[in-house]
Structure formats: structure tokens, C-alpha cells
């Protein structure tokens, strides 16, 4: 495409997923000065035939917490080195991949971490990507700084925030979070990021057995009142360093029999196909919940989800054992044509399912940290 061109099209076809984006350059202030053209005329499928919808980008990998499950202290101490500032991407490379990304079928972004507010002015980044056309851009962070965030981040164009949370209880929460954050602070950010217009919120709660279950009704009781949506998350075998041990994992069938004894569930249809947390609705029409089962009942036969690490690495799966290197190839000169087709190689080579063949035998293998790659 020519460079001086001043206007942005883009067409993108609601229920087809053919696409064509065009960016032009100069029509965004923001965004990268980068002209491209991607004309997309079949959908990008992996080999298991998933097309590639959503994309979690993780924005860095420090985190203000050490929750015990994702970052435990023994690992992520005051000797454990992270990621060098020119070794994550830059909000330029980032809006620069997404738009590629965009051309071939992602219509959402979920910004993750580590913690993603912890990463200086995000909500820059949040700016230049809500100029793409037509994308579903959203956030999860622990909540920590969200009070004083929410405003700029809303304005700068972010959709919703979920928001995780495992307990009420301060002394639960503090053993969990191991920062000695305060449940209050959580549940402020929260609000106000509802006042601000980025609900509706999604709370997510991870249940690890003997630490939290005690947890699951005051969460489910609590979280109806004030209407917002609270998801359960089974404790998951990411990385290494949390000591996984299936005995942990609380599964949802038993977190929803825990809450309808108490307050009768039952189940919603998906709002759409790959959802990955399964719907329940309070039989008395005060609000719904939502289990994420990875764990008892793998969803990898819908998946569409790609990740891209704060380093620049695409991986195809959560449980991925290698990423593919993009940073390079941004600080190489490469075209966006190139980029492009090696997004292509990689998505179409994809046969990822780890939690379909999840074993004994499967748990030691090397994985990337969650900090690494987002939720
Ligand atoms: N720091 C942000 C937060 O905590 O919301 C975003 C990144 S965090 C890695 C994303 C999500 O992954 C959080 O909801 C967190 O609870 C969840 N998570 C982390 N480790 C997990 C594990 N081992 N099993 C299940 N969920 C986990
Ligand atoms: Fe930080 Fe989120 Fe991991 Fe907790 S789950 S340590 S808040 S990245
Ligand atoms: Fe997707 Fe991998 Fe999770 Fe399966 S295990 S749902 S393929 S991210």
C-alpha cells in the first residue's frame, strides 16, 4: 500500500470470517506507521481445525503478587531475574503484531501478565490498540491498582477487566496472595471499574483443595449481590514451579453442587462456541456463575486461543512446551507479509490439546510460566 494514504478501511465481515483489514498510515496518531494489507479469503485453521480468534497478549512478567499457585515466593524471590526492559516488546511491536494478528481471524485481545498494570502507562497500549477496527479488547489483573487506573483505561478504550480474586477472608487471601494485599482493595478496584463503565465484571477465582474451598459459598453469595460474574477456575499444572498435585484441584462439578445446595444452579448455553467457562444461572434469576474446568473437562476441542509472551514468543497452547520467537523477527527488518505467513505456518502446524491427554506422565513435562504468558 501506498505510504502517503491518509484513510483507514476496514471491512470485516460479522459472521463470515473472511477479512480484509487496511491500515493506512497517518490516520491514527497511535498507531504504528506501519501500511498494511492483509486479504484473508479462508479462514486460518489449525491442523484439529480450530480457527485463531483470540489472542492474550502478556504484557510483562512481574507481578506485585506472589500468589502461591502462579509466582511462589521460593521461585520469584528477591534473586529471581526478570525479563530486561529492551527485552519486552515495545506498545509499537505490540499494536504491530495485533494488527497482523487481526487479519487472520483474532476478534479478540485479553491484556495479561504477570500483572498488567504493573507495566508502565498500559493504558497507552490500551489507546493504540482500541483503534483497531472491530476488536474485542480486555483485561485481567489482580485488581491491585485498578482504582486508580480504571478511568484511563476506559477512556483509552478497554471493554471489560475480570478481575481475579480467591477469598473474601483477608487471612486466606493474604496466604494465597502472599503480598499482604487486603480483599477490601481488590473489591474497591473492582468497583470502580464498574463505575466507570467496564463491567460487566468477571471475577475469577482459582479453588485450590485445603487452602480455599472454604471460600466458594461466601464468593458465590457475595458476588450475586453486587451482580457481578464470578467464574471458578479448577488449579491448574501450568509451569513448574507450584508444585501441581491433582489432589489439589477442586473440581467444578463439586463447586457447583457446593453452591446449589444453597443456592439451586443450573446450566446456560454458551454465549458463543470455544467459551471457555461453562455458564450456570441462579434458578431464581439473581445473576450467573461460571466454572473453568480445565482440568476435569478439557475444552481444547474448541480452542482458539493464541498467546504471545511479554518477550515476543507465540505460543499455541497454554501448556506449550516451546515458543516461537516473533521479537526477532520485529527487530529484523521483516515485512509484515512475512510476519504474516509465519503466523500462518505456525497456526496451521498447530495440533495442540494437553488438557485432553493431561496424565501422570504428562505433569513433569517443561511448560511455560503462567507469569510468562497470562491466564
Ligand atoms: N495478574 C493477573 C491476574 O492475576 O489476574 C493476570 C495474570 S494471571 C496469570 C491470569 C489468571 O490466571 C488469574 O486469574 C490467575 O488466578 C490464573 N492462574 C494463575 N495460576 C493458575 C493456576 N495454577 N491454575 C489456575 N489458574 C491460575
Ligand atoms: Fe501475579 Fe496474577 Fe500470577 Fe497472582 S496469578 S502471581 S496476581 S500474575
Ligand atoms: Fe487450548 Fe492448550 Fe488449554 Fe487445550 S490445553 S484448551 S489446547 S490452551
Known amino acids: 500500500m501506498a505510504d502517503d494514504s491518509t ?19 497517518g490516520s491514527h496518531a497511535s498507531l504504528p506507521k506501519v501500511s498494511l494489507l492483509l486479504t484473508l479469503d479462508m479462514t486460518l485453521n489449525d491442523t484439529l481445525n480450530h480457527p485463531l480468534r483470540d489472542l492474550r497478549i502478556s504484557v510483562t512478567d512481574r507481578c506485585n503478587f506472589r500468589c502461591v499457585y502462579c509466582m511462589p515466593k521460593e521461585i520469584f524471590g528477591p534473586d529471581y531475574v526478570y525479563l530486561h ?12 503484531l495485533a494488527l497482523i494478528f487481526v487479519g487472520h481471524g483474532v476478534q479478540k485481545i485479553r491484556l495479561t501478565g504477570g500483572e498488567p498494570l504493573v507495566r508502565k502507562d498500559v493504558h497507552l497500549l490500551i489507546k493504540m490498540l482500541s483503534e483497531i477496527p472491530g476488536l474485542d479488547l480486555t483485561l485481567t489483573t489482580n485488581g491491585a491498582l485498578l482504582a486508580r ?8 478504550g478497554l471493554k471489560r477487566v475480570s478481575v481475579s480474586l480467591d477469598s473474601l477472608d483477608n487471612s486466606i487471601f493474604k496466604s494465597m496472595n502472599d503480598a499482604d494485599f487486603p480483599v477490601e482493595k481488590v473489591i474497591e478496584g473492582m468497583d470502580a471499574a464498574a463505575r466507570v463503565g467496564l463491567g460487566p465484571i468477571k471475577v475469577n477465582m482459582v479453588v485450590k483443595r485445603g487452602v480455599n474451598e472454604s471460600s466458594i459459598l461466601p464468593m458465590a453469595r457475595f458476588f450475586r449481590e453486587k451482580g457481578y460474574i464470578l467464574r471458578f477456575i479448577e488449579y491448574m499444572d501450568v509451569g513448574h514451579t507450584n ?6 484441584v477442586v473440581s467444578s462439578k463439586e463447586i457447583i453442587k457446593t453452591i446449589s445446595a444453597e443456592l439451586p444452579l443450573e446450566p446456560v448455553d454458551p454465549n458463543y462456541r470455544g467459551e471457555v467457562a461453562e455458564r450456570w444461572k441462579y434458578k431464581d434469576g439473581s445473576g450467573e456463575i461460571g466454572v473453568i474446568s480445565s482440568v476435569t473437562q478439557a ?6 486461543r493464541a498467546r504471545l509472551s511479554a518477550e515476543g514468543k507465540l505460543y499455541t497452547c497454554l501448556f506449550a512446551i516451546k ?13 509484515n507479509d512475512e510476519i504474516s505467513e509465519t503466523i500462518a505456518r505456525i497456526w496451521s502446524k498447530r495440533a495442540d490439546r494437553y488438557s485432553e491427554i493431561r496424565s501422570e506422565n504428562t505433569i513433569a513435562l517443561p511448560k511455560v510460566e503462567m507469569s510468562h504468558i497470562g491466564g
Open 243 to 248: 508444585g501441581w498435585r491433582l489432589d489439589d
Open 7 to 25: 484513510a483507514e478501511e476496514s471491512s470485516q465481515m460479522a459472521d463470515s470470517f473472511a477479512k480484509v483489514v487496511i491500515i493506512r498510515r
Open 85 to 96: 526492559r529492551d527485552q519486552i516488546l515495545t506498545f509499537e511491536e505490540i499494536t504491530r
Open 323 to 335: 515458543g516461537h520467537d516473533f521479537k526477532s523477527l520485529l527487530r529484523s527488518g521483516t515485512s
Open 149 to 156: 487506573q480504571a478511568q484511563a483505561l476506559k477512556d483509552a
Open 299 to 304: 475444552f481444547c476441542r474448541d480452542c482458539n
